[in-house]
């Protein structure tokens, strides 16, 4: 099946161990909860094609592994990604006061220009909240991060989390902001055409041997 | 009808009366590095994986010599940080096995207490969230031993896999692109042109001993050879896994790019059937022909 689109962007899914990440990209997906899942070792992937401002943008996501012992692996997922899903559990003081290093570590890793969205998520279990909207929202506006409160469980603003930071990474490329053609941008045009001309390499033709083993 | 029966099963008998003669052996095959420990090949019968796994990595012996330890760390509690990680993890293990399924049952139960004793014993590395799948696959065959087995992976074979750098994760990826680059060249050429690194395909693989890519029997089977060769065995799954995926041209061409190539690698277990004779010989000859190069 040939997908056709006009933009890609590498997304990362980034934040502490148990907040959701891997649940908030499956109901992106899969448009449902997915109950029974395993933690995540290393990375996951995940893609989809979504419509933003009447253009097709396909959006290419990282699911990274949660656990601090794992950043010394996940680093080197970082690089080149456009948009990142930064999460943080309402239900987690910790989980939220982790965000700074997560913050740093996207900064520097993918790029200074990466267009983050901070997602709070479990926003269905309001009962045990340890994060206050307006604490959230206060941090994300000193950090220049958008801000939504999530639910991977209810489905409530997972889509509007991804469309969001999409549009903002597309305002930003008609803005003559971001640089598309910029190494490392974690945008690509979607014509195949165009991307084989721009990036030679691509175009040689693949290796047709059988592999010699 | 019976004999029927024995026909068919002879094989396996035979297997199994070897193997029963090696266990009563052990110390005597030990200490004379005989040989004879080879019958890994043909994979350790299922009946008698719970008595060798601990002989061969050396479990049972660290039992014997730490008599009490585990009892002790058991009663003890653990640090309350730990403790919660863990039990966050606890149902995320195997959640389709009946032994792990409920959250009071035995399963679940016996992977807190192993893994929560594993951060009394080992302070400095504590929890790492991929011993709990293979905690879970030591639960399943050798409950008593379990502890002394993760200890003696986590110590021995696999030392840095779980630390809190991961720095023999890290160095095993890297001697994964140079096992795959002398075993596999075109599938290696094709990871590399499209930038495909195996930290972002195998650090599952690696760090979890395979659990949640291989059907289960062959899984049993590659720890078989786990336990008796170390972590080189982990190197050639991993590289027959590749060319299971990538090896043939028209595989490669129907996965151009970086994503691409990461979804086929992704798909791996279905390249696997469950009791794949053939995945296990060709794991075997990988390895033989790896100590020749």
Same mark, same amino acid.
């Given at each position: 099946?040939?997908?056709?689109?006009?933009?890609? %962007?590498?997304?990362?899914?980034?934040?502490?161990?148990?907040?959701?990440?891997?649940?908030?990209?499956?109901?992106?997906?899969?448009?449902?909860?997915?109950?029974?899942?395993?933690?995540?070792?290393?990375?996951?992937?995940?893609?989809?094609?979504?419509?933003?401002?009447?253009?097709?943008?396909?959006?290419?996501?990282?699911?990274?592994?949660?656990?601090?012992? %794992?950043?010394?692996?996940?680093?080197?997922?970082?690089?080149? @990604?456009?948009?990142?899903?930064?999460?943080?559990?309402?239900?987690?003081?910790?989980?939220?006061?982790?965000?700074?290093?997560?913050?740093?570590?996207?900064?520097?890793?993918?790029?200074?220009?990466?267009?983050?969205?901070?997602?709070?998520?479990?926003?269905?279990?309001?009962?045990?909240?340890?994060?206050? %909207?307006?604490?959230?929202?206060?941090?994300?506006?000193?950090?220049?991060?958008? %801000?939504?409160?999530?639910?991977?469980?209810?489905?409530?603003?997972?889509?509007?989390?991804?469309?969001?930071?999409?549009?903002?990474?597309?305002?930003?490329?008609?803005?003559?902001?971001?640089?598309?053609?910029?190494?490392?941008?974690?945008?690509?045009?979607?014509?195949? @055409?165009?991307?084989?001309?721009?990036?030679?390499?691509?175009?040689?033709?693949?290796?047709?041997?059988?592999?010699?083993? | 009808?019976?004999?029927?029966?024995?026909?068919?099963?002879?094989?396996?008998?035979?297997?199994?009366?070897?193997?029963?003669?090696?266990?009563?052996?052990?110390?005597?095959?030990?200490?004379?590095?005989?040989?004879?420990?080879?019958?890994?090949?043909?994979?350790?019968?299922?009946?008698?994986?719970?008595?060798?796994?601990?002989?061969?990595?050396?479990?049972?012996?660290?039992?014997?010599?730490?008599?009490? #330890?585990?009892?002790?760390?058991?009663? $003890?509690?653990?640090?309350?940080?730990?403790?919660?990680?863990?039990?966050?993890?606890?149902?995320?293990?195997?959640?389709?096995?009946?032994?792990?399924?409920?959250?009071? =049952?035995? =399963?679940?139960?016996?992977?807190?207490?192993?893994?929560?004793?594993?951060?009394?014993?080992?302070?400095?590395?504590?929890?790492?969230?991929?011993?709990?799948?293979?905690?879970?696959?030591?639960?399943?065959?050798?409950?008593?031993?379990?502890?002394?087995?993760?200890?003696?992976?986590?110590? $021995?074979?696999?030392?840095?896999?779980?630390?809190?750098?991961?720095?023999?994760?890290?160095?095993?990826?890297?001697?994964?692109?140079?096992?795959?680059?002398?075993?596999?060249?075109?599938?290696?050429?094709?990871?590399?042109?499209?930038?495909?690194?195996?930290?972002?395909?195998?650090?599952?693989?690696?760090?979890?001993?395979?659990?949640?890519?291989?059907?289960?029997?062959? #899984? *049993?089977?590659?720890?078989?050879?786990?336990?008796?060769?170390?972590?080189?065995?982990? *190197? $050639?799954?991993?590289?027959?896994?590749?060319?299971?995926?990538?090896?043939?041209?028209? $595989?490669?061409?129907?996965?151009?790019?970086?994503?691409?190539?990461?979804?086929? #690698?992704? =798909?791996?277990?279905?390249?696997?059937?469950?009791?794949?004779?053939?995945?296990?010989?060709?794991?075997?000859?990988?390895?033989?022909?790896?100590? =020749?190069?």
């Amino acid at each position: 099946m040939s997908e056709s689109y006009d933009f890609l %962007f590498k997304f990362l899914v980034i934040g502490n161990a148990g907040t959701g990440k891997s649940c908030l990209l499956h109901q992106f997906i899969e448009k449902r909860f997915k109950d029974e899942s395993n933690h995540t070792i290393g990375v996951e992937f995940g893609s989809k094609i979504i419509s933003v401002v009447n253009k097709m943008v396909k959006l290419q996501i990282w699911d990274t592994a949660g656990q601090e012992r %794992f950043r010394s692996v996940t680093r080197s997922y970082y690089r080149g @990604a456009a948009g990142a899903l930064l999460v943080y559990d309402i239900t987690s003081r910790e989980t939220y006061n982790a965000l700074t290093t997560w913050l740093s570590d996207a900064r520097m890793l993918a790029s200074q220009n990466i267009v983050i969205i901070l997602c709070g998520n479990k926003k269905d279990l309001d009962a045990d909240r340890e994060v206050t %909207f307006l604490e959230a929202s206060r941090f994300a506006q000193e950090n220049e991060l958008m %801000f939504l409160e999530t639910s991977a469980l209810t489905g409530e603003n997972v889509e509007e989390a991804f469309v969001q930071c999409a549009r903002k990474i597309l305002n930003k490329i008609e803005s003559g902001e971001l640089d598309p053609e910029r190494m490392g941008s974690g945008i690509q045009y979607g014509d195949a @055409a165009l991307r084989q001309l721009r990036s030679p390499r691509r175009a040689q033709p693949q290796g047709t041997q059988e592999c010699g083993c | 009808n019976e004999k029927l029966k024995e026909g068919f099963s002879s094989g396996s008998v035979q297997r199994e009366a070897k193997w029963i003669k090696i266990i009563d052996q052990w110390d005597r095959i030990l200490s004379k590095k005989s040989s004879k420990v080879r019958p890994c090949q043909k994979g350790i019968p299922a009946s008698l994986r719970a008595k060798c796994w601990p002989l061969l990595c050396g479990a049972a012996n660290r039992m014997k010599q730490h008599e009490n #330890l585990y009892k002790t760390l058991d009663e $003890q509690p653990a640090l309350q940080s730990w403790v919660d990680v863990i039990e966050r993890d606890l149902d995320r293990q195997f959640p389709f096995h009946e032994m792990f399924q409920s959250k009071d =049952g035995h =399963g679940q139960r016996g992977l807190f207490r192993v893994l929560k004793a594993y951060t009394q014993y080992q302070p400095d590395e504590g929890y790492c969230q991929a011993q709990g799948p293979v905690a879970a696959v030591l639960l399943m065959n050798m409950p008593a031993q379990a502890f002394w087995c993760l200890v003696q992976i986590s110590e $021995q074979y696999l030392p840095g896999y779980y630390s809190p750098l991961l720095e023999g994760v890290l160095f095993d990826a890297a001697m994964l692109t140079w096992v795959l680059k002398k075993t596999c060249p075109a599938a290696h050429k094709h990871l590399q042109n499209h930038g495909v690194e195996p930290l972002m395909f195998a650090t599952d693989w690696l760090m979890c001993l395979f659990t949640r890519h291989l059907p289960f029997n062959t #899984l *049993l089977r590659v720890w078989d050879l786990f336990f008796c060769y170390g972590v080189r065995v982990l *190197l $050639q799954v991993a590289a027959v896994l590749v060319r299971r995926v990538l090896g043939r041209a028209e $595989q490669r061409k129907q996965c151009q790019g970086q994503m691409e190539t990461l979804e086929k #690698l992704r =798909g791996v277990k279905e390249e696997v059937h469950d009791e794949d004779d053939e995945f296990i010989a060709e794991v075997r000859f990988r390895f033989l022909n790896l100590i =020749g190069l």
